[in-house]
T-cell receptor, first 113, second 116 residues
Protein backbone atom coordinates (compact mmCIF):
# COMPACT_ATOMS: atom_id res chain seq x y z
CA UNK A 1 0.00 0.00 0.00
CA UNK A 2 1.10 3.51 -0.67
CA UNK A 3 2.18 5.55 2.30
CA UNK A 4 3.68 8.91 3.06
CA UNK A 5 5.94 9.58 6.00
CA UNK A 6 6.83 12.95 7.43
CA UNK A 7 9.74 12.70 9.81
CA UNK A 8 9.22 15.83 11.82
CA UNK A 9 6.03 16.05 13.83
CA UNK A 10 6.69 19.35 15.55
CA UNK A 11 9.33 21.87 14.55
CA UNK A 12 10.09 25.06 16.43
CA UNK A 13 12.25 27.71 14.75
CA UNK A 14 13.16 31.30 15.28
CA UNK A 15 12.44 33.83 12.56
CA UNK A 16 15.03 33.91 9.77
CA UNK A 17 16.08 30.33 10.44
CA UNK A 18 16.17 27.91 7.53
CA UNK A 19 13.56 25.20 7.25
CA UNK A 20 13.60 21.71 5.85
CA UNK A 21 10.71 19.31 6.36
CA UNK A 22 11.23 15.72 5.34
CA UNK A 23 8.77 13.67 3.30
CA UNK A 24 9.23 10.13 2.04
CA UNK A 25 6.76 8.03 0.13
CA UNK A 26 6.48 4.40 -0.74
CA UNK A 27 5.37 3.75 -4.29
CA UNK A 28 7.43 2.50 -7.19
CA UNK A 29 5.49 3.96 -10.06
CA UNK A 30 4.91 7.43 -11.38
CA UNK A 31 3.78 9.80 -8.67
CA UNK A 32 2.59 13.33 -8.35
CA UNK A 33 3.78 15.04 -5.20
CA UNK A 34 2.27 17.88 -3.24
CA UNK A 35 2.86 20.04 -0.20
CA UNK A 36 -0.17 21.61 1.43
CA UNK A 37 -0.26 24.13 4.25
CA UNK A 38 -3.02 24.67 6.79
CA UNK A 39 -2.79 27.95 8.66
CA UNK A 40 -4.56 28.12 12.03
CA UNK A 41 -8.30 28.14 11.50
CA UNK A 42 -8.02 27.99 7.73
CA UNK A 43 -8.45 25.37 5.04
CA UNK A 44 -5.74 23.45 3.27
CA UNK A 45 -3.90 25.41 0.61
CA UNK A 46 -1.55 24.15 -2.06
CA UNK A 47 2.04 25.28 -1.54
CA UNK A 48 3.60 23.53 -4.49
CA UNK A 49 3.40 20.40 -6.60
CA UNK A 50 5.60 18.21 -8.73
CA UNK A 51 4.36 16.31 -11.74
CA UNK A 52 7.39 16.03 -14.01
CA UNK A 53 10.40 17.93 -15.29
CA UNK A 54 12.74 19.93 -13.09
CA UNK A 55 12.89 18.11 -9.76
CA UNK A 56 13.37 21.39 -7.93
CA UNK A 57 9.96 22.94 -7.60
CA UNK A 58 9.29 26.46 -6.45
CA UNK A 59 6.02 27.30 -4.76
CA UNK A 60 4.32 30.22 -3.14
CA UNK A 61 5.68 32.29 -0.27
CA UNK A 62 9.30 31.37 -0.93
CA UNK A 63 8.91 27.65 -0.43
CA UNK A 64 10.58 25.07 -2.63
CA UNK A 65 10.83 21.30 -2.67
CA UNK A 66 13.17 18.84 -4.29
CA UNK A 67 12.06 15.53 -5.72
CA UNK A 68 14.77 12.89 -5.36
CA UNK A 69 13.47 9.78 -7.07
CA UNK A 70 16.25 7.50 -5.82
CA UNK A 71 15.42 8.40 -2.25
CA UNK A 72 11.63 8.48 -2.68
CA UNK A 73 11.77 11.90 -1.07
CA UNK A 74 10.15 15.28 -1.58
CA UNK A 75 11.51 17.56 1.13
CA UNK A 76 10.18 21.04 1.65
CA UNK A 77 12.58 23.93 2.19
CA UNK A 78 12.56 27.62 2.91
CA UNK A 79 15.77 29.59 3.44
CA UNK A 80 14.34 32.05 5.96
CA UNK A 81 11.08 31.47 7.80
CA UNK A 82 8.74 34.13 9.10
CA UNK A 83 6.36 34.15 12.04
CA UNK A 84 3.50 33.97 9.53
CA UNK A 85 4.75 30.56 8.37
CA UNK A 86 3.44 29.06 11.60
CA UNK A 87 1.08 26.35 10.35
CA UNK A 88 0.55 22.66 9.75
CA UNK A 89 2.32 21.27 6.69
CA UNK A 90 1.20 18.16 4.86
CA UNK A 91 3.02 16.19 2.21
CA UNK A 92 0.80 14.21 -0.15
CA UNK A 93 1.22 11.74 -2.98
CA UNK A 94 -1.07 10.92 -5.84
CA UNK A 95 -0.54 7.91 -8.00
CA UNK A 96 -2.31 6.53 -11.00
CA UNK A 97 -5.39 8.11 -12.45
CA UNK A 98 -7.69 7.93 -9.48
CA UNK A 99 -6.93 11.40 -8.23
CA UNK A 100 -6.71 10.10 -4.69
CA UNK A 101 -4.27 11.85 -2.41
CA UNK A 102 -2.43 10.01 0.32
CA UNK A 103 -1.38 12.40 3.06
CA UNK A 104 1.49 12.26 5.48
CA UNK A 105 0.95 12.73 9.19
CA UNK A 106 1.62 16.43 9.03
CA UNK A 107 4.27 18.63 10.62
CA UNK A 108 3.43 21.45 12.96
CA UNK A 109 5.76 24.38 12.40
CA UNK A 110 5.98 27.01 15.09
CA UNK A 111 8.02 30.08 14.29
CA UNK A 112 8.98 32.27 17.23
CA UNK A 113 9.19 35.99 16.56
CA UNK B 1 -10.72 31.43 -7.74
CA UNK B 2 -11.28 27.75 -6.95
CA UNK B 3 -13.18 28.19 -3.72
CA UNK B 4 -14.89 25.37 -1.89
CA UNK B 5 -17.31 26.00 0.93
CA UNK B 6 -18.75 23.68 3.54
CA UNK B 7 -21.86 24.01 5.61
CA UNK B 8 -22.19 23.90 8.50
CA UNK B 9 -18.77 24.79 9.84
CA UNK B 10 -19.57 23.01 13.07
CA UNK B 11 -22.44 20.91 14.35
CA UNK B 12 -23.34 19.24 17.62
CA UNK B 13 -25.87 16.46 17.59
CA UNK B 14 -27.25 13.74 19.83
CA UNK B 15 -26.25 10.14 19.44
CA UNK B 16 -28.53 8.30 17.04
CA UNK B 17 -29.42 11.29 14.90
CA UNK B 18 -28.29 11.95 11.33
CA UNK B 19 -26.27 14.93 10.18
CA UNK B 20 -25.87 16.27 6.66
CA UNK B 21 -22.80 18.22 5.59
CA UNK B 22 -22.77 20.17 2.34
CA UNK B 23 -19.76 20.82 0.14
CA UNK B 24 -20.03 23.36 -2.65
CA UNK B 25 -17.60 24.48 -5.32
CA UNK B 26 -18.37 28.17 -5.69
CA UNK B 27 -16.53 29.17 -8.83
CA UNK B 28 -15.72 25.99 -10.70
CA UNK B 29 -17.36 22.75 -11.67
CA UNK B 30 -16.16 19.88 -9.55
CA UNK B 31 -16.40 16.72 -11.58
CA UNK B 32 -14.88 14.85 -8.69
CA UNK B 33 -15.25 15.52 -5.01
CA UNK B 34 -13.43 13.88 -2.16
CA UNK B 35 -14.39 13.49 1.48
CA UNK B 36 -11.76 13.27 4.17
CA UNK B 37 -11.77 12.80 7.89
CA UNK B 38 -9.17 14.37 10.12
CA UNK B 39 -8.60 13.34 13.71
CA UNK B 40 -6.92 15.72 16.16
CA UNK B 41 -3.20 16.03 15.52
CA UNK B 42 -3.45 13.52 12.70
CA UNK B 43 -3.49 13.54 8.96
CA UNK B 44 -6.38 13.53 6.52
CA UNK B 45 -7.81 10.13 5.80
CA UNK B 46 -9.66 9.74 2.54
CA UNK B 47 -13.15 8.39 3.11
CA UNK B 48 -14.62 8.35 -0.38
CA UNK B 49 -14.41 9.70 -3.88
CA UNK B 50 -17.52 10.84 -5.69
CA UNK B 51 -18.03 11.66 -9.32
CA UNK B 52 -21.01 13.72 -10.36
CA UNK B 53 -23.93 11.50 -11.20
CA UNK B 54 -22.26 8.30 -10.04
CA UNK B 55 -22.15 6.31 -6.85
CA UNK B 56 -19.32 7.18 -4.51
CA UNK B 57 -16.30 4.93 -4.19
CA UNK B 58 -15.52 4.27 -0.55
CA UNK B 59 -12.14 3.51 0.92
CA UNK B 60 -11.55 0.28 2.71
CA UNK B 61 -12.98 0.33 6.19
CA UNK B 62 -15.45 3.15 5.57
CA UNK B 63 -19.07 2.08 6.00
CA UNK B 64 -21.01 3.27 3.00
CA UNK B 65 -24.35 2.82 4.76
CA UNK B 66 -23.21 5.03 7.58
CA UNK B 67 -21.57 7.74 5.54
CA UNK B 68 -23.94 8.48 2.68
CA UNK B 69 -22.48 10.56 -0.10
CA UNK B 70 -24.47 12.23 -2.83
CA UNK B 71 -22.93 14.18 -5.71
CA UNK B 72 -26.01 15.31 -7.55
CA UNK B 73 -24.53 18.28 -9.39
CA UNK B 74 -21.18 19.63 -10.51
CA UNK B 75 -21.14 22.09 -7.64
CA UNK B 76 -22.64 20.19 -4.72
CA UNK B 77 -21.81 17.06 -2.80
CA UNK B 78 -23.30 16.05 0.53
CA UNK B 79 -22.12 13.73 3.26
CA UNK B 80 -24.75 12.37 5.63
CA UNK B 81 -23.58 10.72 8.81
CA UNK B 82 -26.43 8.39 9.72
CA UNK B 83 -27.19 7.27 13.26
CA UNK B 84 -24.22 9.19 14.54
CA UNK B 85 -22.27 7.95 17.55
CA UNK B 86 -19.64 9.71 19.66
CA UNK B 87 -16.86 7.90 17.79
CA UNK B 88 -18.01 9.68 14.63
CA UNK B 89 -16.98 12.99 16.17
CA UNK B 90 -14.30 14.38 13.93
CA UNK B 91 -13.34 17.06 11.45
CA UNK B 92 -14.74 16.34 8.00
CA UNK B 93 -13.14 18.01 5.00
CA UNK B 94 -14.21 17.93 1.38
CA UNK B 95 -12.30 18.84 -1.73
CA UNK B 96 -13.26 19.39 -5.33
CA UNK B 97 -11.35 18.73 -8.50
CA UNK B 98 -12.08 20.73 -11.66
CA UNK B 99 -12.86 18.91 -14.86
CA UNK B 100 -9.86 20.37 -16.63
CA UNK B 101 -7.46 19.88 -13.78
CA UNK B 102 -7.92 16.46 -12.25
CA UNK B 103 -4.58 16.67 -10.51
CA UNK B 104 -5.50 19.62 -8.38
CA UNK B 105 -7.83 19.48 -5.43
CA UNK B 106 -9.28 22.53 -3.74
CA UNK B 107 -10.20 22.04 -0.14
CA UNK B 108 -13.12 23.28 1.88
CA UNK B 109 -12.68 24.73 5.37
CA UNK B 110 -13.98 21.63 7.07
CA UNK B 111 -16.90 20.79 9.36
CA UNK B 112 -16.41 19.96 13.02
CA UNK B 113 -18.90 17.28 14.10
CA UNK B 114 -19.43 16.55 17.78
CA UNK B 115 -21.78 13.74 18.72
CA UNK B 116 -22.96 13.75 22.31
Amino acid sequence: AQSVSQHNHHVILSEAASLELGCNYSYGGTVNLFWYVQYPGQHLQLLLKYFSGDPLVKGIKGFEAEFIKSKFSFNLRKPSVQWSDTAEYFCAVKSGNTGKLIFGQGTTLQVKP
Amino acid sequence: GAVVSQHPSWVICKSGTSVKIECRSLDFQATTMFWYRQFPKQSLMLMATSNEGSKATYEQGVEKDKFLINHASLTLSTLTVTSAHPEDSSFYICSGSPYRGPDTQYFGPGTRLTVL
